[in-house]
């Protein structure tokens, strides 16, 4: 038995959760709702305060999709209970970010400033000129803007420059020595 898909979700005080036909589970809570389409194949019931996920029988796609329909349910249910948050820092030169309005604008060290706007659901706010926090109820699209902000320039290996993770450890490597 899948280890992560039989644990049962735990479902706090303020927060509902429907499923409709072909699996289609909504979740509303403080901060929000949100609605997903998950794997027809997988049986989603809801006991007391509880979401328990079984699965039909033990092929290899059923053992797969256990595991991760419990877990997309789970961080619907933490979405809209705590929300997400990546935390990105600008390193380097002359770098900075700046926000208008919904626009975030990156000086990057191109010729013009790169600028972003927030897709629905997702929140980024700034502190200071190099710090970024990109916030939402939907972790795939909290974590799918950060790494489209951190693809505007990469931090390289030699000075650090570019957008990390603030978790992120970036492998330093030695630069070229001149000649005797």
Same mark, same amino acid.
Request: charged share 30%; glycine share 12%.
């Given at each position: 038995?899948?280890? +992560? /898909? ?7 005080? #303020?927060?509902?959760?429907e499923i409709a036909e072909n699996n289609k589970v909504t979740v509303k809570g403080p901060k929000g709702t ?9 049986? +989603? ?8 996920? *079984? ?23 933490? /979405?809209? !209970?705590? #929300? ?9 030169? #002359? ?9 975030? *604008?990156?000086?990057? /060290? ?10 629905? #659901?997702?929140?980024?706010?700034l502190e200071g000129n190099n710090i970024i926090f990109v916030r939402g109820i939907d972790k795939e699209k ?34 070229? !020595?001149?000649?005797?």
């Amino acid at each position: 038995m899948s280890r +992560i /898909g039989r644990m049962p979700i735990a479902v706090p005080a #303020g927060v509902t959760v429907e499923i409709a036909e072909n699996n289609k589970v909504t979740v509303k809570g403080p901060k929000g709702t949100l609605e997903r389409v998950l794997p027809s194949e997988m049986e +989603i019931k809801l006991e007391g305060a509880e979401v328990i996920v *079984t699965r039909p029988n033990d092929l290899k796609r059923m053992k797969s999709l256990h595991g991760l329909t419990r877990t997309l349910i789970n961080n619907m249910v933490v /979405g809209v !209970t705590q #929300g997400y948050e990546k935390k990105l820092e600008v390193n380097g030169v #002359g770098y900075k970010a700046s926000k208008a309005g919904k626009v975030l *604008t990156l000086n990057l /060290g191109y010729s013009h400033p790169v600028e972003m706007t927030d897709p629905e #659901g997702v929140e980024t706010t700034l502190e200071g000129n190099n710090i970024i926090f990109v916030r939402g109820i939907d972790k795939e699209k909290v974590g799918q803007f950060a790494a489209e902000i951190r693809d505007k320039r990469r931090p390289e290996p030699y000075k650090g420059k570019g957008i990390k993770y603030s978790d992120e450890v970036i492998r330093r490597k030695v630069g070229k !020595t001149g000649k005797k």
